[in-house]
């Protein structure tokens, strides 16, 4: 990490002058942190190649902290994000949507980081039209808390439906953000996603000037515990960014815990994706429990986690957040629900405990960085595109190639009545 006693570089001191979002500056006049919008890093790893930034979901302290200095050791840039589920009206997480900004911000600065970092709200999910009222008032929050990128995932509602939302919600992006749109619920193998629903999605955006910067499918994999052997469907996947080129749109790849690093490299190098989140594994790995080599929770013969000795939180803390799980009847793949009622006991542990909660998380970050992300020195190739522009919005990588007159409601609602697609049960398309 960079000594916050010592001076930042002169190009860094240039792209903190340039590359900050209104938002950010508004927010933070003083602050040495480089918080960009998320276009820059998207930009960043096509420029690289075969590179993906890591998305960490940030669901405690301990966690950001740990990304923030993993991403830092690496020299890559980082996105931190968390979901509406996570972080917004109903959160199970103590971070949200409102106060992650001011988090990472304060971070950034307590330890001298100085890569650059996207704050996304992932998964703002629109469920039903009156979702759509009530995101007009709340998106703009978002941004006004520090937001720099977002994903407006309506892709619980109907092919039209997911299309008109996101046209009706544009509006209240700021246009130098970062823009991810997703099709299809995330739910493994039932109802993966299509080329012909990918295509009607971005068509019908970029006819109405919309260029996302990422699209979400549901390409085989789950939220949280990943439960089966298939996981990310990684041919259907560039086969569907194959037919988006045109519309230069990249890959976000959701839940990525629970697949191997074979299978991870494999997106990095045949597909499009650019930005890949990570959520559960890192609070599991917080916490001291057993992972595989992908993050990936073991089990005893009883089913229950394995919680390592001297790894981190304190086993007497391990303890009462068991007997809570347990009293409320919580799954495991419900455990997430300890963030928000159990953050404060995981601050309250001495310094010792924390640094070891963090480090864990750091280590594990690093090696997805640099040995299966490909981000390693991305860093310096988000300062130098910001230097290049001289501003903080680089623009969209798309124009607009589709006829509005072939996008209006009515032919939206014909168009997609023909589309082919068996959609599956309801997923999980939260977090």
């Given at each position: 990490?960079?000594d916050?006693?010592?001076?930042?570089?002169?190009?860094?001191?240039?792209?903190?002058?340039?590359?900050?979002?209104?938002?950010?500056?508004?927010?933070?006049?003083?602050?040495?942190?480089?918080i960009?919008?998320?276009?820059?890093i998207?930009q960043?790893?096509?420029?690289?190649g075969?590179?993906?930034c890591?998305?960490?979901n940030?669901?405690?302290?301990?966690?950001?902290r740990?990304?923030?200095?993993?991403?830092?050791?690496?020299?890559?840039?980082?996105?931190?994000?968390?979901?509406?589920?996570e972080g917004?009206?109903s959160?199970?997480?103590?971070?949200s949507?409102?106060n992650?900004?001011?988090?990472?911000?304060?971070?950034?600065?307590?330890?001298?980081?100085?890569?650059p970092?996207?704050?996304?709200?992932?998964h703002?999910?629109?469920?039903?039209?009156?979702?759509?009222e009530?995101?007009?008032i709340?998106?703009?929050?978002l941004?006004?808390?520090?937001?720099?990128?977002?994903?407006?995932?309506?892709?619980?509602?109907?092919?039209?439906q997911?299309?008109?939302a996101s046209?009706e919600l544009?509006?209240?992006?700021?246009?130098?953000?970062?823009y991810?749109?997703?099709?299809?619920?995330?739910?493994?193998?039932?109802?993966l996603?299509?080329?012909?629903?990918?295509?009607?999605?971005?068509?019908?955006l970029n006819a109405?000037?919309?260029?996302?910067?990422?699209?979400?499918?549901?390409?085989g994999?789950?939220?949280?515990?990943?439960?089966?052997?298939?996981?990310?469907?990684?041919?259907?996947?560039?086969?569907?960014?194959?037919?988006?080129?045109p519309?230069?749109?990249?890959?976000?790849?959701?839940g990525?815990?629970?697949?191997?690093?074979?299978?991870?490299?494999r997106?990095?190098?045949?597909?499009?994706t650019?930005?890949?989140?990570?959520a559960?594994?890192?609070q599991m790995i917080?916490w001291?429990?057993?992972?595989?080599?992908?993050?990936?929770?073991?089990?005893?013969?009883?089913?229950?986690?394995?919680?390592?000795p001297?790894?981190?939180?304190?086993?007497?803390?391990?303890g009462?957040m068991?007997?809570?799980?347990?009293?409320k009847?919580?799954?495991?793949?419900d455990?997430?629900k300890?963030?928000?009622p159990?953050?404060n006991?995981?601050?309250?542990?001495?310094?010792?405990?924390?640094?070891?909660?963090?480090?864990?998380?750091e280590?594990f970050?690093?090696?997805?960085l640099?040995?299966?992300?490909?981000?390693?020195?991305?860093?310096p190739?988000v300062?130098?595109?910001?230097?290049?522009?001289?501003?903080?919005?680089?623009?969209?990588?798309?124009?607009?190639?589709?006829?509005?007159?072939?996008?209006?409601?009515e032919?939206?609602?014909?168009?997609?009545?023909?589309?082919?697609?068996?959609?599956g049960?309801s997923?999980?398309?939260?977090?």
């Open positions: 990490m960079t916050p006693q010592k001076p930042y570089t002169a190009s860094f001191e240039r792209a903190l002058a340039a590359g900050r979002p209104p938002n950010i500056v508004s927010l933070f006049p003083n602050s040495k942190a480089l960009v919008s998320g276009k820059f998207d960043a790893m096509l420029k690289k075969k590179a993906i890591m998305a960490a940030g669901r405690s302290l301990t966690v950001i740990g990304a923030l200095r993993a991403a830092q050791r690496a020299n890559s840039a980082i996105i931190i994000e968390i979901a509406k589920s917004g009206a959160a199970y997480c103590a971070v949507l409102w992650m900004a001011r988090i990472v911000d304060s971070l950034c600065n307590e330890m001298g980081i100085t890569i970092v996207a704050i996304h709200a992932d703002y999910g629109i469920k039903s039209p009156a979702d759509i009530t995101a007009k709340e998106i703009p929050t941004f006004e808390a520090g937001m720099t990128s977002i994903a407006i995932d309506a892709s619980h509602l109907p092919d039209d997911n299309l008109t046209i544009s509006p209240y992006v700021p246009a130098w953000a970062g991810e749109t997703e099709v299809g619920e995330i739910k493994g193998k039932e109802g996603s299509t080329v012909e629903e990918a295509l009607f999605l971005i068509q019908g109405h000037n919309i260029f996302p910067d990422w699209i979400a499918l549901n390409n994999t789950t939220h949280g515990i990943e439960a089966g052997a298939e996981g990310i469907q990684v041919e259907l996947t560039a086969k569907i960014h194959q037919a988006l080129s519309y230069k749109v990249s890959g976000a790849q959701h990525t815990s629970g697949n191997s690093s074979d299978r991870l490299i997106i990095a190098t045949t597909t499009r650019t930005k890949a989140n990570v559960t594994a890192l917080s001291g429990l057993k992972v595989n080599d992908y993050g990936n929770a073991e089990l005893d013969e009883n089913g229950q986690f394995i919680k390592l001297n790894e981190g939180v304190t086993e007497t803390l391990w009462k068991t007997a809570y799980a347990e009293a009847g919580l799954k495991k793949g455990y997430k300890l963030n928000l159990f953050e006991h995981l601050l309250s542990q001495s310094r010792e405990i924390r640094e070891r909660m963090s480090r864990r998380v280590e970050i690093y090696h997805m640099v040995d299966v992300f490909n981000s390693k020195d991305t860093a190739l300062t130098d595109a910001i230097l290049a522009v001289g501003s903080h919005d680089p623009g969209p990588k798309a124009t607009r190639i589709e006829r509005p007159d072939d996008w209006t409601p032919k939206i609602a014909r168009r997609a009545a023909v589309i082919q697609g068996e959609k049960p997923g999980n398309f939260d977090d």
